[in-house]
């Protein structure tokens, strides 16, 4: 897809990818001061027709195009009425704007058969309606474990160095399909070698803190079991070790493999099928597979609506991220 169209959309689940993305599109302008009057943030859920019209239609100030970044439409545009008439409005996008448009899609990976991931995105009402029209058009899917030590090579020379195939791949043990914090871990290894050798082995065991994955997994043992007290106590532990941001993507993580686990299952596979879908590490597979087995798949997929709610109102300012956890908890085993 071109990358210079007036009207762009980002999906996916890779959020640290589709930030990086962004950052690219409001670099777009030369000048700082007129940055900041020529760029509009709207999300979907709270803003107004009227806010939307304004920020597209208005005219760029010392520029030649305006910036809007408008999050997830389908929050606010849900039956069909609207979705045609939000597509009628975004038509017609004006050559003064440029239209950046983020939707949060949950991705099923398909291993070498690419006509099938497309098909299966294309159930997106979104996705389905640019690709026909033939606007912008960026997929940013979670790398699976598998791609991990790839992506953690690549991420390490984009960031001025360089780190070994051993070192990589212990590094995507301990932090899993989650690219923000493999590019904090990485930041953290380069600035310890100095950027004057590639990352080692013994490196990476040094100073890269090891994850807070089983207390993630001893946590939702907790809940499995309605411990709510159990569950709380290692909630804290794990705010204590490190910031509420920090381990978020771990929990989501684990309740997404628990998912993708529990769909499994329910289409008669065993421990072995599990592995292979989740890749990975055997112990984190086996263990998804054991606490999937406990939970019904519309209790998880319950959860994980929920765990995107919670990340909406951390990220907007609404709840402090400690605060939602704990009322998640909470809830999960009252």
């Given at each position: 897809m071109p990358r210079d169209t007036s009207v762009v959309l980002l999906y996916g689940n890779d959020e640290y990818a589709i930030r990086r993305r962004l950052s690219e599109f409001e670099a777009m302008f030369s000048d700082p001061s007129s940055a900041s009057m020529n760029t509009a943030r709207l999300e979907a859920r709270?803003?107004?027709?009227?806010?939307?019209?304004?920020?597209?239609?208005?005219?760029?100030?010392?520029?030649?195009?305006?910036?809007?970044?408008?999050?997830?439409?389908?929050?606010?545009?849900?039956?069909?009425?609207?979705?045609?008439?939000?597509?009628?409005?975004?038509?017609?996008?004006?050559?003064?704007?440029?239209?950046?448009?983020?939707?949060?899609?949950?991705?099923?990976?398909?291993?070498?058969?690419?006509?099938?991931?497309?098909?299966?995105?294309?159930?997106?009402?979104?996705?389905?309606?640019?690709?026909?029209?033939?606007?912008?058009?960026?997929?940013?899917?979670?790398?699976?474990?598998?791609?991990?030590?790839?992506?953690?090579?690549?991420?390490?020379?984009?960031?001025?160095?360089?780190?070994?195939?051993?070192?990589?791949?212990?590094?995507?043990?301990?932090?899993?399909?989650?690219?923000?914090?493999?590019?904090?871990?990485?930041g953290k290894l380069l600035a310890y070698v100095n950027w004057t050798r590639p990352i080692r082995l013994e490196d990476v065991q040094a100073v890269s803190i090891v994850t807070a994955e089983a207390d993630i997994f001893a946590m939702v043992d907790a809940l499995v079991q309605d411990n709510g007290k159990a569950a709380q106590r290692l909630l804290h532990k794990l705010l204590e070790d490190a910031d509420a941001f920090g381990i978020w993507p771990m929990v989501v993580r684990q309740f997404r493999l628990l998912l993708l686990a529990r769909e499994v299952i329910e289409q008669g596979g065993g421990a072995p099928e599990v592995q292979r879908v989740l890749g990975g590490p055997d112990f984190v597979a086996k263990k998804a597979y054991e606490q999937a087995k406990r939970f019904s798949l519309p209790v998880l997929e319950r959860v994980y609506h929920k765990l995107l709610e919670i990340d909406e109102v951390a990220k907007t300012g609404r709840m402090p991220l400690d605060v939602a956890m704990e009322m998640l908890v909470t809830e999960l085993t009252a």
């Amino acid at each position: 897809m071109p990358r210079d169209t007036s009207v762009v959309l980002l999906y996916g689940n890779d959020e640290y990818a589709i930030r990086r993305r962004l950052s690219e599109f409001e670099a777009m302008f030369s000048d700082p001061s007129s940055a900041s009057m020529n760029t509009a943030r709207l999300e979907a859920r709270t803003m107004s027709e009227d806010e939307l019209n304004n920020a597209i239609n208005a005219m760029p100030f010392l520029a030649k195009q305006r910036l809007v970044l408008l999050s997830n439409p389908s929050a606010r545009y849900s039956s069909p009425q609207a979705r045609r008439k939000f597509c009628e409005f975004v038509e017609k996008v004006p050559p003064t704007a440029r239209l950046v448009i983020t939707e949060s899609v949950e991705l099923k990976s398909y291993r070498g058969d690419k006509a099938r991931q497309e098909k299966e995105d294309e159930k997106h009402w979104l996705v389905k309606w640019v690709k026909k029209i033939g606007l912008g058009l960026e997929r940013y899917g979670l790398p699976a474990q598998w791609e991990m030590t790839g992506w953690i090579i690549k991420q390490a020379q984009q960031q001025g160095g360089q780190i070994e195939q051993g070192a990589a791949a212990r590094l995507a043990e301990m932090v899993g399909p989650n690219p923000q914090q493999a590019a904090q871990e990485i930041g953290k290894l380069l600035a310890y070698v100095n950027w004057t050798r590639p990352i080692r082995l013994e490196d990476v065991q040094a100073v890269s803190i090891v994850t807070a994955e089983a207390d993630i997994f001893a946590m939702v043992d907790a809940l499995v079991q309605d411990n709510g007290k159990a569950a709380q106590r290692l909630l804290h532990k794990l705010l204590e070790d490190a910031d509420a941001f920090g381990i978020w993507p771990m929990v989501v993580r684990q309740f997404r493999l628990l998912l993708l686990a529990r769909e499994v299952i329910e289409q008669g596979g065993g421990a072995p099928e599990v592995q292979r879908v989740l890749g990975g590490p055997d112990f984190v597979a086996k263990k998804a597979y054991e606490q999937a087995k406990r939970f019904s798949l519309p209790v998880l997929e319950r959860v994980y609506h929920k765990l995107l709610e919670i990340d909406e109102v951390a990220k907007t300012g609404r709840m402090p991220l400690d605060v939602a956890m704990e009322m998640l908890v909470t809830e999960l085993t009252a």
